[in-house]
């Protein structure tokens, strides 16, 4: 088993920046890949962004290309959403997920640890 603790979520006005990080606990030091999804109300969860183990690939939902980044500290067994220009339709709880094949991938199956979610809000 992964844990999984999302953090550095909170209410933010449109055009601001919020990082979100991404901490993961495992009984042993894994060769992840790890993932950002989100879930609005109402809404079914979708992909933001991955990253392959060692960063050589990366991946985004075309909303959030230019605006957000994906990046990773393995050393910290951590991951990180950099999030600019922020807009009120990027309201959401967002997940950090872990997949064990490594790769950046952008289907929720390929991942088989997920956290408890952080929420973000975009006031116009």
């Known amino acids: 088993q992964v844990q999984v603790v999302e953090s550095g979520g909170g209410v933010v006005q449109a055009g601001g920046s919020l990082r979100l990080s991404c901490l993961y606990f495992?009984?042993?030091?894994?060769?992840?890949?790890m993932g950002w999804f989100r879930q609005a109300v109402g809404k079914e969860r979708e992909f933001v962004a991955a990253?392959?183990?060692?960063?050589?690939?990366?991946l985004y939902t075309d909303s959030v290309k230019g605006r957000f980044t994906i990046s990773r500290d393995n050393a910290k067994n951590t991951v990180y959403l950099q999030m600019n220009s922020l807009k009120p339709e990027d309201t959401a709880v967002y997940y950090c997920?872990?997949?064990?094949?490594?790769?950046?991938?952008?289907?929720?199956?390929?991942?088989?640890?997920w956290g408890q979610g952080t929420q973000v809000t975009v006031s116009s």
């Open positions: 495992g009984r042993r030091f894994g060769s992840y890949g």
């Open positions: 997920a872990v997949d064990l094949t490594g790769g950046a991938n952008s289907g929720p199956a390929s991942y088989r640890y």
């Open positions: 990253i392959s183990w060692m960063a050589g690939n990366t």
